[in-house]
């Protein structure tokens, strides 16, 4: 049982025994000190924290920066002072991005502790005084009033038309009221909790009196906060594949070191000059570049995720969306408006259609597909008035601008309960603004919303003289104070008939998952109504009018493409299962043979049966935080990648637990967007697709890189080891080792970053966050491709050299352009898990212009006299070149050409 229910079915006197307080006096100070001595003072510890030293110097613990100070280490030994101040530069770069993202991530309880009130009202030695919220203590009474933020979890004694908004804690959508009544039942969910009032929740109407039964860490919002210190992160499947790749790199440059210096010496090779050539071969076989190149390629990712209104917090979570398989979002404000609307009104025995969208007052009224104008439908027009005169929000229009263009959807806003709000756009739609309406109309009495009375009522007074009683409430309950109906200009009895017929459409408007209210209003003469007894009674009811938060339009469409994606939508919300079940059918989310389960139904089920049936289970509702944070790690335990989106700080321990956690921008706690990787600067669920194509793009354009950059390194060890086996001469010296990846590791491999995404991105099924980096391909490309790059350039230098024997010189530059050239036609190849010649090489301009701009470095040191000496090189001839055309582009053209006539010898063979 959740902590605090049993407090649920205790009456007030019971409270006041067991917390030993007096109601009438409060807690005597003597008394709350002793308290808080024992419990501590109320607020959310944030456990233990690392100093911003540990943090910083945790960050040169992770195995692929040991790779790179070794990197560094040997490039200084070479004397290669450039290399090593690059490298050093990386490694501070990578070392001050992870500290940044961990010292973000632990502002998330900073955040957390914000929401407590500051100050709170309470009584104490028999005087209500205002007191620092840390200093409650169980047993005190808090008085609460409308715009206080909730000190401390209280069970409420008192309330007056109180409703509190918990939307941050509980996902629900609209304030919910308060009373003391004494609930009865087993572990009741938080949204249902109606006599209970949770610390850094607000309310926003009406007054109230509770006694503290929890403080600090102790209350719902500490068991939060308690989820939030104790979930683990997850480590991205980035960060495990680099971290495999750069374990297996340092492996393979140590084994190929040492046989190349060994293999060397045996042939009777200088031992000090065959230890250079074996230590650049380590630089080879070790991408110094790669993490710098992997950072700019999601940096650069970031850049247009944030033109696509999509912000990112952590680097590598971006490729995590690539292969996010199931999207667990919040209902609230990201699949829906967050906007309470009007959709459909019954009045005058017609069913009629609202459209338009949020606060924005534009929209039609339909029936059957036929607009109507309410001010010229007796019924339809009777009804809005009544709801824009029985209502004490207000619409506004603040007039945000941004650039040279209103945009209208952040201008409209409601002041006020959601629900009257929506009233209210409803009759501006129809011309009936309260503007209009308050200039032919004063209000001149009113009776407020009561919990019990379940409704409110307004006298309003027309110039001419005219008093009308207004009404609006829940159907059934205002439906029993009425005696007559109103329906084709007529005012006519209301018989039993017509009563079943209204509460029949009552059930249908709320089959739809609808919020309804009723309308009536009656004549009154005579003096004013002192009691709302007096003028409630004998009432015309004129109809209904049904609203839901809706959802967002463009989510439908999203939900398709991400199912066409092989990537599920499940729906998670403290909201009622009604209203959920409704809102997923409507946008495709909850299919023929998914389920739905509450809250109370997982509650109550075992682990394993969980874990069999969560594949299936496609809406929750009415479900707790640690509900949330049970879905995504059983969704995990099934091998699920999990994006988790949410707004509130019920969301924070899951979303932070998530693969990829995402939050909202607007509507997000701070909360929740600390403890995220991703925050939806526009609150859609749409953006998520969009930032998941860029996530797919971004890895498969890193693994265009890691393809690229290891199948040149292996062309390049090649060369050296098997020239070292048949105990040829040096191909390379150590120098153009190093120039070659410095010239082919660097422009070239960074353009691949900037890719554009192939047409089958979102068009294929996520892949396994499981599976190598070598996966589906790549290590057979890296592999042969290398194999035929070092075998060709090897090939090309004992041409040159049986041919001048004496002119090693020359074929080393022979070998050294081949190398060169080899590598920078194979990196268009790595466009395509196909050929070279399936994508155009010009739709990625900024790797042509990177390959030329290399091979105009590899003619500087060729050519210019001044470096020939230093590189070792001399300038080669037509019949050199050609030579090294020839021997540079056969391994790139022969492989495209493999794969061409691969699908038509599988063709043949199936019709043989």
Not at 729 to 752: H, Y
Request: glycine share 8%.
């Amino acid at each position: 049982m959740s902590q605090g229910s049993h407090y649920l079915g205790w009456d007030t006197d019971k409270l006041m025994e067991h917390f030993a307080v007096d109601p009438q006096q409060g807690l005597q100070s003597i008394e709350a000190k002793s308290r808080q001595q024992q419990v501590g003072p109320n607020q959310l510890a944030e456990g233990e924290k690392s100093s911003p030293i540990v943090l910083l110097l945790n960050q040169f613990k992770d195995f692929m920066v040991l790779v790179l100070l070794a990197a560094t280490l040997i490039s200084g030994l070479l004397g290669e002072y450039t290399d090593a101040i690059a490298i050093m530069a990386i490694v501070v770069l990578n070392a001050v991005l992870g500290f940044i993202q961990e010292f973000r991530a632990e502002r998330s309880l900073s955040a957390l502790k914000e929401l407590s009130a500051p100050t709170a009202r309470v009584k104490r030695d028999g005087e209500w005084v205002r007191i620092p919220a840390a200093e409650l203590v169980p047993g005190d009474i808090v008085s609460l009033e409308s715009g206080d933020r909730i000190p401390a979890d209280l069970r409420m004694i008192a309330a007056e038309n109180l409703y509190i908004e918990e939307s941050a804690l509980t996902g629900e959508s609209v304030p919910v009221s308060k009373n003391a009544s004494v609930l009865s039942g087993g572990d009741i969910p938080l949204g249902d909790r109606k006599n209970m009032a949770f610390l850094g929740t607000m309310a926003v109407r009406g007054t109230g009196t509770g006694v503290v039964v929890h403080t600090g860490m102790e209350t719902e919002m500490g068991r939060i906060a308690h989820l939030i210190q104790t979930t683990e992160t997850m480590q991205t499947p980035l960060q495990n594949r680099l971290e495999q790749l750069g374990k297996v790199l340092i492996t393979v440059a140590v084994l190929l070191t040492a046989v190349v210096v060994v293999t060397g010496i045996f042939h009777g090779h200088d031992a000090y000059k065959m230890f250079l050539a074996g230590v650049s071969l380590a630089v080879a076989a070790i991408p110094e570049g790669l993490p710098a190149i992997v950072t700019i390629a999601l940096a650069l990712g970031v850049q247009r995720m944030i033109r696509r209104r999509a912000i990112v917090r952590k680097l590598p979570s971006v490729e995590t969306l690539g292969c996010a398989s199931v999207i667990c979002s919040d209902k609230t404000g990201t699949l829906t408006q967050n906007k309470m609307s009007v959709t459909h009104v019954w009045s005058g025995g017609h069913m009629v259609a609202v459209s338009g969208s949020g606060y924005i007052p534009e929209g039609e009224f339909t029936v059957g597909g036929k607009v109507v104008t309410p001010r010229r439908d007796t019924e339809l027009k009777r009804l809005l008035e009544i709801a824009v005169l029985c209502n004490n929000a207000a619409l506004l229009n603040e007039e945000k601008r941004e650039g040279l263009l209103r945009r209208k959807q952040e201008s409209w806003r409601i002041d006020g309960d959601p629900t009257e709000g929506a009233l209210l756009v409803a009759g501006a739609k129809g011309g009936l603004t309260a503007d209009r309406l308050g200039a032919e109309w004063k209000r001149v009495k009113e009776f407020p919303f009561d919990s019990d009375r379940k409704m409110m009522s307004v006298l309003a007074e027309r110039r001419e003289g005219e008093r009308l009683v207004l009404a609006k409430g829940a159907p059934d309950v205002l439906l029993a104070r009425c005696t007559h109906l109103q329906q084709n200009g007529r005012i006519i009895p209301l018989t039993d008939e017509l009563r079943r017929e209204v509460l029949k459409t009552n059930e249908h408007l709320a089959g739809m998952a609808l919020r309804n209210l009723g309308f009536a209003y009656r004549e009154w003469r005579g003096a004013l109504p002192e009691q709302e007894a007096a003028a409630e009674r004998e009432l015309v009811f004129v109809g209904l009018a049904g609203m839901i938060d809706p959802p967002r339009e463009e989510v439908k469409e999203a939900i398709r493409t991400c199912r066409q994606a092989g990537i599920r939508t499940v729906m998670i919300t403290g909201d009622h299962q009604t209203t959920a079940v409704a809102i997923a059918q409507r946008l495709g989310i909850l299919s023929q043979g998914g389920l739905t389960l509450t809250g109370a139904e997982l509650q109550k089920m075992d682990e394993s049966t969980f874990l069999e049936q969560v594949n299936r289970i496609q809406v929750y509702a009415r479900v707790s935080p640690e509900h949330k944070l049970r879905i995504v790690k059983a969704l995990q335990q099934r091998g699920h990648v999990v994006a988790m989106t949410g707004d509130g700080v019920n969301d924070a321990p899951a979303i932070k637990a998530s693969d990829i956690g995402i939050a909202m921008g607007i509507t997000g706690t701070d909360v929740s967007k600390e403890a995220s990787s991703l925050v939806l600067a526009d609150d859609n669920f749409a953006t998520i697709v969009s930032a998941i194509e860029e996530g797919r793009n971004i890895y498969d354009n890193i693994r265009k890189f890691i393809s690229y950059l290891l199948a040149s390194n292996v062309g390049e060890i090649l060369v050296m080891f098997l020239a070292m086996l048949a105990g040829m001469p040096l191909p390379l010296v150590p120098i153009q080792i190093l120039w070659v990846n410095l010239v082919t590791d660097g422009l070239p491999a960074m353009a691949l970053g900037v890719d554009p995404a192939q047409e089958d991105t979102m068009k294929r099924n996520p892949r396994n966050s499981r599976e190598s980096i070598f996966a589906r391909g790549v290590g057979w490309k890296i592999l042969t491709r290398g194999f035929l790059i070092g075998s060709f350039t090897l090939g090309a230098f004992w041409l040159a050299y049986s041919e001048a024997p004496d002119d090693l010189v020359r074929a080393q530059t022979i070998a050294f352009a081949t190398l060169v050239l080899a590598q920078l036609i194979y990196v268009f190849d790595c466009r395509s898990t196909q050929s070279i010649f399936h994508r155009n090489p010009f739709t990625n301009m900024p790797l042509v212009l990177a390959v030329i701009s290399s091979a105009l470095l590899l003619l500087v040191v060729m050519y210019t006299p001044t470096l020939q000496p230093v590189f070792h090189t001399v300038a080669l001839g037509f019949r050199d070149w050609a030579l090294v055309l020839a021997a540079a582009s056969i391994p790139t053209l022969l492989a495209g050409l493999i794969e061409i006539l691969r699908p038509i010898g599988r063709r043949e063979a199936a019709h043989a």
